[in-house]
């Protein structure tokens, strides 16, 4: 059996399955809208954590928070549940398809069969969604493929229980109760408002922009703390968070961006619609410094691509961010 649902591809997974989800449920809304509701721009730079024995690089919140923020100002219900026992894990999820319920998945990558083997690492931070079965193997709208995919029930065991950080534990989860409308200029307040604070009030210096800010002034001594060869290292996996995994942050500030595009056309709002060119800029200058950072990686540049001019670069980018973000905090929705 397979729902009869519409294949949809994506900018980012998490916003791409939490859209198509939403869209199957008759309520339209874009990817982009989504990403703004749920307040998904963010920045972190921990290093007491380690992933692939680098610091912690993330520019997006959390795994299932970007769904479980879209329902809430949005105002329906949800279903999202772990599991500790792998058969009753997929028991359910075969009960929710007989029920004709499309099924949200956080999985890791490394064992996605249908996914291209370069791009399969150990990455437990991705999102599709079931939407049937067939002969034990199950179809997947994965909205980084441009078509429908099949998976195996032992593999998709395997991608639903993986161990390591942001292990899902089986996790899945869909709508409930989606309303035929909903309050958008409200919704929007609520996703700006939340991600001003998340971005400009963080807890630590680490968060935010105060953290792009820490970066930068840190990034500088790294040659000297750790040595050219692990400095390198840790500017690559950087770079890697930049540029590739998740979508990469570049690539959160252009989704962001045409949120804010949209959001201002939808309610007559030019400063929304002005800020959105502003958060494009922006984040061209992360692709710039991913640009300068790859050619310090690879020894291939000069004196302006140094750790010096890579610092110099994120102070830059931090002031900016922060600047879009106090005009945010000050613009009337």
């Known amino acids: 059996m397979i729902i009869n649902y519409q294949h949809r591809m994506s900018g980012h997974c998490e916003s791409g399955v939490t859209s198509n989800l939403i869209n199957h449920n008759n309520l339209p809304i874009s990817e982009p809208m989504v990403f ?45 549940k772990t599991y500790k026992d792998k ?23 490394y064992h996605l069969s249908y ?13 599709c969604i079931v939407i049937g079965r067939e002969n034990g ?10 078509n429908l995919v099949d998976i195996s029930y032992a593999d998709l065991v395997k991608v639903r229980f993986p161990s390591g950080l942001f292990a899902p534990h089986g996790k899945m989860y869909f709508p409930v109760n989606v309303p035929e409308n909903f309050d958008l200029r409200k919704a929007i307040k609520k996703g700006i408002e939340k991600n001003t604070a998340q971005m400009l009030n963080g807890p630590i210096p680490l ?47 252009f989704i962001y961006g045409a949120f804010l595009k949209e959001a201002g056309e ?35 540049g000069g004196i302006d691509t140094s750790y010096e001019e890579l610092s110099k ?21």
């Not at 894990?89 to 990558?109: F, S």
């Not at 996914?115 to 999102?127: G, L, Q, T």
């Not at 105060?210 to 390198?232: M, Q």
């Not at 929304?272 to 640009?291: H, I, P, V």
């Open 115 to 127: 996914m291209p083997a370069e791009y399969r690492i150990h990455f437990n931070a991705h999102s």
């Open 36 to 80: 703004g509701i749920g307040s998904g721009l963010f920045f972190a730079y921990i290093p007491f954590v380690k992933l692939f024995h680098a610091p912690l690089f993330t520019f997006r919140i959390l795994p299932g928070m970007l769904f479980s923020r879209t329902a809430r100002n949005i105002g329906f219900d949800y279903i999202k």
């Open 207 to 253: 968060i935010g922009t105060n953290g792009i800010n820490f970066l930068g002034n840190r990034i500088k001594n790294w040659p000297e703390k750790f040595g050219a060869i692990t400095a390198n290292y840790y500017l690559g996996q950087l770079l890697f968070m930049l540029e590739e995994a998740g979508t990469g942050g570049a690539g959160f500030r």
């Open 137 to 146: 193997t199950y179809i997947v709208s994965d909205p980084v493929i441009e």
């Open 266 to 300: 939808k309610l007559d709002n030019h400063k929304l619609y002005d800020l959105s060119k502003e958060m494009g800029e922006t984040a061209n200058l992360w692709r710039y410094f991913a640009s300068i950072g790859a050619k310090n990686c690879k020894s291939r």
């Open 313 to 333: 670069l994120l102070i830059e980018i931090a002031k900016k961010e922060r600047n879009i973000f106090n005009q945010l905090k000050s613009v009337r929705v």
């Open 87 to 109: 058969k009753e894990a997929m028991d359910e999820l075969d009960e929710n398809l007989a029920k004709g319920i499309p099924v949200g998945l956080q999985v890791g990558v």
